[in-house]
């Protein structure tokens, strides 16, 4: 028995145990368990249930064990099927709509029969779903856009989890002795939102095309194709990642990377550079105008070649990179070592996990100079929005911890909501005792692109208004952008000088970095905000880092590269003070 299949049994389970309704905390020690076995990536999990070594590693505890040592001694696991009794294995899929929980789902299933996606669109279809208790028409049309958006991108991960599995994949490649140098590369390394695909490029010592076949024999692998170059494999696994193995010779790496790093524009717009000045890239070699094969030693002397700047991975994208390239114009890209703070964070005064002394402390072992608390105003009653007298006890607390804190400051902000007609929901005196205000929108999301647009455009009037938050509300693969004329709302943010979000949750980051772009071109500022509701969350801003870098921005773009001082200070700006 593999571990990656082993692995794909114990994610069953535990997706299975969340269909039951069993305790969350077992359903994660088995999601846990699993990626503890992919990173074994072993194919014969024997030896080290014997050696006792399995059961020393982390994560693997003795009820995860017990279904390992069962699938290593039968191969299958009884657990499993016991789970399935009773459960038709389309439920599992209905709990990826969007929309839908555990309890929907045992309603749906225990009313009207449903056991698949194509029975929950028809029951949405013909009015059945919509006369559910607590359904209704709306929630029966919500589910049915839920369904297109599984369809459409069911093939998709967000960048998280897509590149600690690129990691993971990339340790145990390494590892194979004919392998001498290996990179991710693809979308990951160009740091997209969503990813398809995971791309390796491995450098070898002996025939490619031998390392290729034997990657495409790796425990776990349900299918491998190879394309018209042998050295490419594309295999898929049985728990669904896909994997594009790229083999070649050292002298072949450097150009390899490049091909496997760009996006197919990037790709065409270097060969036309290319040939329009008498080079051509044939396959993952570089052929001088004399027609000899030059040897690059890495992507920057490829560049340096074709009398190019080495491009940084997350700008190629075919948007113009290779004529500024050319030009000696690429921009200085923002990096995390830039940031001095960060300002769209949570306490436990709203929906947080953690106290403000906590934030600021892990914010402050960050290296960072400051934290602005910007909890949530009182009509997100979902998420424990602040009443007036709540947020004037925050802001005292604030004062007393200011006070005794050396060399990092507190900053006191709020999460506006952002009501239907544009208003903020604080008056003006409330919203004066903060040091900044961030306003977003969190109801009505079904307007029409006309009245989402001028009550957007209505708040950007509002001089108590900062930062406008997560500008789209989008969330990754699960919901739409709501209408909204984004070019409006940008030109008027550089009217009137409002910052605007990147936010750098990665089930969000929004505002995309293609708008990023057009805000960087309107000189709109940009802040990164990690939209922390824990201290682990502020890490976020990594995500948001490798996203202002696809959009070109560079450090004085951004609000918070900035000190405390001058974010207060552009807050009192626009205030008129």
Same mark, same amino acid.
């Given at each position: 028995?593999?571990?990656?299949?082993?692995?794909?049994?114990?994610?069953?389970?535990?997706?299975?145990?969340?269909?039951?309704?069993?305790? #969350?905390?077992?359903?994660?020690?088995?999601?846990?368990?699993?990626?503890?076995?992919?990173?074994?990536?072993?194919?014969?999990?024997?030896?080290?249930?014997?050696?006792? +070594?399995?059961?020393?590693?982390?994560?693997?505890?003795?009820?995860?064990?017990?279904?390992?040592? +069962?699938?290593?001694?039968?191969?299958?696991?009884?657990?499993?099927?016991?789970?399935?009794?009773?459960?038709?294995?389309?439920?599992?899929?209905?709990?990826?709509?969007?929309?839908?929980?555990?309890?929907? =789902? *045992?309603?749906?299933?225990?009313?009207?029969?449903?056991?698949?996606?194509?029975?929950?669109?028809?029951?949405?279809?013909?009015?059945?779903?919509?006369?559910?208790?607590?359904?209704?028409?709306?929630?029966?049309?919500?589910?049915?856009?839920?369904?297109?958006?599984?369809?459409?991108?069911?093939?998709?991960?967000?960048?998280?989890?897509?590149?600690?599995?690129?990691?993971?994949?990339?340790?145990?490649?390494? #590892?194979?002795?004919?392998?001498?140098?290996?990179?991710?590369?693809?979308?990951?390394?160009?740091?997209?939102?969503?990813?398809?695909?995971?791309?390796?490029?491995?450098?070898?010592?002996?025939?490619?095309?031998?390392?290729?076949?034997?990657?495409?024999?790796?425990?776990?692998?349900?299918?491998?194709?190879?394309?018209?170059?042998?050295?490419?494999?594309?295999?898929?696994?049985?728990?669904?990642?896909?994997?594009?193995?790229?083999?070649?010779?050292? %002298?072949?790496?450097?150009?390899?990377?490049?091909?496997?790093?760009?996006?197919?524009?990037?790709?065409?717009?270097?060969?036309?550079?290319?040939?329009?000045?008498?080079?051509?890239?044939?396959?993952?070699?570089?052929?001088?105008?004399?027609?000899?094969?030059?040897?690059?030693?890495?992507?920057?002397?490829? /560049?340096?070649?074709?009398?190019?700047?080495?491009?940084?991975?997350?700008?190629?994208?075919?948007?113009?990179?290779?004529?500024?390239?050319?030009?000696?114009?690429?921009?200085?890209?923002?990096?995390?070592?830039?940031?001095?703070?960060?300002?769209?964070?949570?306490?436990?005064?709203?929906?947080?996990?953690?106290?403000?002394?906590?934030?600021?402390?892990? %914010?402050?072992?960050?290296?960072?100079?400051?934290?602005?608390?910007?909890?949530?105003?009182?009509?997100? /009653?979902?998420?424990?929005?602040?009443?007036?007298?709540?947020?004037?006890?925050?802001?005292? +607390?604030?004062?007393?911890?200011?006070?005794?804190?050396?060399?990092?400051?507190?900053?006191?902000?709020?999460?506006?909501?952002?009501?239907?007609?544009?208003?903020?929901?604080?008056?003006?005196?409330?919203?004066?005792?903060?040091?900044?205000?961030?306003?977003?929108?969190?109801?009505? /999301?079904?307007?029409?692109?006309?009245?989402?647009?001028?009550?957007?455009?209505?708040?950007?009037?509002?001089?108590?208004?900062?930062?406008?938050?997560?500008?789209?509300?989008?969330?990754?693969?699960?919901?739409?952008?709501?209408?909204?004329?984004?070019?409006?709302?940008?030109?008027? %943010?550089? *009217?009137?000088? =409002?910052?605007?979000?990147?936010?750098?949750?990665?089930?969000?980051?929004?505002?995309?970095?293609?708008?990023?772009?057009?805000?960087?071109?309107?000189?709109?500022?940009?802040?990164?905000?990690?939209?922390?509701?824990?201290?682990?969350?502020?890490?976020?801003?990594?995500?948001?880092?490798?996203?202002?870098?696809?959009?070109?921005? +560079?450090?004085?773009?951004?609000?918070?590269?900035?000190?405390?001082?001058?974010?207060?200070?552009?807050?009192?700006?626009?205030?008129?003070?």
């Amino acid at each position: 028995m593999d571990s990656r299949t082993a692995a794909h049994v114990l994610s069953q389970i535990g997706a299975l145990l969340n269909v039951k309704g069993e305790q #969350k905390f077992k359903a994660r020690a088995y999601a846990g368990a699993a990626r503890s076995l992919i990173a074994l990536d072993t194919d014969d999990l024997a030896p080290l249930l014997r050696s006792g +070594e399995l059961a020393d590693t982390p994560g693997i505890g003795p009820a995860t064990l017990s279904v390992v040592r +069962e699938l290593v001694e039968t191969g299958e696991s009884s657990y499993l099927n016991q789970l399935r009794e009773g459960i038709p294995a389309g439920l599992l899929e209905l709990l990826r709509v969007p929309g839908l929980n555990t309890a929907r =789902v *045992q309603l749906i299933h225990d009313t009207l029969g449903v056991e698949s996606l194509e029975d929950l669109e028809r029951v949405a279809q013909n009015g059945e779903l919509a006369k559910l208790p607590k359904f209704g028409q709306k929630t029966a049309e919500k589910i049915l856009r839920g369904i297109e958006i599984l369809r459409r991108n069911s093939h998709l991960r967000r960048f998280p989890a897509a590149a600690v599995e690129a990691h993971l994949l990339l340790a145990n490649v390494v #590892k194979h002795p004919d392998v001498v140098n290996a990179d991710v590369a693809g979308s990951i390394r160009r740091h997209n939102e969503v990813i398809a695909d995971i791309d390796i490029v491995a450098e070898c010592s002996v025939d490619p095309a031998r390392v290729a076949a034997s990657f495409a024999r790796s425990p776990g692998v349900s299918e491998s194709k190879t394309g018209a170059d042998p050295a490419s494999v594309h295999i898929r696994f049985v728990d669904g990642t896909h994997l594009d193995m790229h083999c070649v010779t050292k %002298a072949d790496y450097a150009v390899a990377l490049w091909r496997a790093t760009g996006s197919a524009a990037h790709v065409e717009e270097m060969n036309v550079f290319a040939r329009n000045r008498g080079f051509e890239i044939a396959g993952n070699s570089l052929i001088g105008k004399s027609g000899d094969s030059i040897t690059v030693k890495d992507e920057a002397a490829f /560049f340096g070649a074709l009398g190019l700047e080495p491009i940084p991975p997350e700008m190629r994208e075919g948007m113009g990179e290779v004529e500024a390239a050319a030009r000696r114009e690429l921009p200085n890209l923002v990096t995390y070592d830039d940031l001095r703070g960060v300002l769209h964070c949570h306490s436990d005064y709203s929906d947080g996990t953690a106290t403000i002394e906590e934030m600021a402390n892990a %914010a402050r072992e960050r290296g960072w100079d400051y934290i602005g608390i910007s909890d949530h105003s009182e009509s997100a /009653f979902y998420a424990g929005g602040l009443k007036r007298d709540k947020l004037l006890r925050q802001q005292e +607390e604030i004062d007393r911890l200011n006070a005794r804190m050396k060399g990092f400051r507190i900053l006191k902000g709020i999460e506006a909501d952002i009501l239907a007609d544009g208003r903020l929901d604080y008056d003006a005196t409330v919203l004066d005792s903060c040091d900044y205000v961030i306003g977003s929108i969190h109801s009505r /999301f079904s307007m029409d692109g006309e009245a989402m647009t001028k009550r957007v455009l209505a708040a950007l009037d509002d001089p108590h208004l900062t930062i406008l938050a997560h500008p789209t509300g989008r969330l990754l693969l699960s919901r739409e952008p709501y209408a909204l004329d984004v070019e409006a709302v940008l030109e008027k %943010a550089a *009217q009137v000088g =409002v910052v605007v979000e990147l936010n750098a949750d990665p089930h969000r980051l929004d505002l995309d970095w293609r708008y990023c772009r057009q805000a960087k071109e309107l000189g709109v500022l940009i802040e990164i905000g990690p939209d922390a509701h824990s201290t682990a969350a502020l890490d976020n801003v990594h995500f948001g880092i490798g996203m202002a870098r696809k959009a070109w921005l +560079e450090a004085g773009e951004i609000l918070n590269t900035r000190s405390a001082d001058d974010v207060v200070g552009l807050a009192r700006k626009r205030r008129g003070l």
